[in-house]
């Protein structure tokens, strides 16, 4: 099944926070979802004996109380009900923890910052979220709207990126969607002055890949239009994105392990920083 039926919502009353709840309400709504927003304050790091403990305590659970009480707001407004949850520790640890203790099938995030750093950096709880979890994430930026009509799936015909076209192949079917898919080569000066059947043979990867995803669709009946792109991955995603309108980006998230969970740059992330539509990370 394609629909998710239990979705964990982040949730710290920024304004991308805002909208990220609002979207997911419609989602929701359309598929009689249930949705448990979370809101997550700070450890207290200071002498616990020189103040009271319960008042420091209260003091730290009271804003987290707030963001929940607005986030309750919010969704009266979009008419669904929601659960909430409160706790208190390093973000994205609780995120995950949560989505994996309530079994959530899919963690929504809004995305803030339009400038450049904020975009390439793309958040830091987002980025650890990513690297942590084994749940589907959908990253929706401040301004973004959601549709599942119009799906762009990046792949590269790796495992993570064959799991990615299940979900967008589920997604495009179930919802009578159509699936463009895009397949990118690297490629720069010196990428050219490598030989031009170097060349040939990355550009007939990128076709083999796509046959996949011509075959796997067809077999299901689902509609697709097929892209081959050269340039910096993220930037040919992204502007591919923007070219067909796209309402959705699909992608896998590649396996990290260790320190290397929390280094930024990948192409998904720098996607997710970049892209203008909603992106759903789907892992393993």
């Excluded at 260790?258 to 990948?266: A, H, I, K, P």
């Amino acid at each position: 099944m394609a629909k998710y039926r239990k979705i964990l919502v982040a949730y710290d009353g920024s304004r991308s926070a805002k909208n990220a709840l609002s979207l997911a309400s419609q989602l929701a709504r359309e598929d009689k979802s249930w949705i448990k927003v979370l809101a997550v304050v700070p450890p207290y790091h200071g002498d616990l004996e020189l103040l009271g403990v319960a008042d420091i305590k209260a003091t730290i659970a009271g804003s987290g109380q707030k963001l929940l009480a607005e986030a309750k707001q919010i969704a009266d407004q979009e008419e669904v009900h929601i659960l909430t949850n409160l706790e208190q520790g390093e973000a994205y640890e609780q995120i995950v923890h949560v989505a994996e203790e309530e079994s959530c099938d899919l963690i929504v995030m809004g995305r803030k910052g339009q400038g450049k750093l904020e975009r390439e950096l793309m958040g830091s709880v987002t980025a650890r979220v990513i690297g942590h979890t084994r749940k589907d994430i959908l990253v929706i930026p401040e301004t973004a709207k959601l549709s599942w009509q119009n799906i762009l799936l990046a792949t590269d015909g790796s495992t993570c990126c064959d799991n990615a076209l299940a979900r967008a192949l589920e997604i495009a079917q179930e919802r009578a969607a159509k699936l463009n898919a895009v397949s990118v080569v690297y490629s720069n000066d010196e990428f050219y002055a490598l030989g031009q059947d170097v060349v040939k043979d990355l550009f007939q990867h990128a076709d083999n890949v796509l046959d996949k995803v011509e075959k796997w669709a067809g077999d299901l009946g689902v509609q697709t239009e097929l892209f081959v792109r050269d340039g910096d991955p993220h930037q040919a995603i992204t502007d591919l994105a923007a070219e067909i309108s796209a309402s959705l980006i699909v992608m896998g998230s590649h396996g990290r392990k260790g320190l290397t969970r929390f280094l930024m740059g990948s192409v998904t992330e720098r996607v997710i920083g970049y892209a203008e539509c909603p992106v759903l990370v789907c892992h393993l």
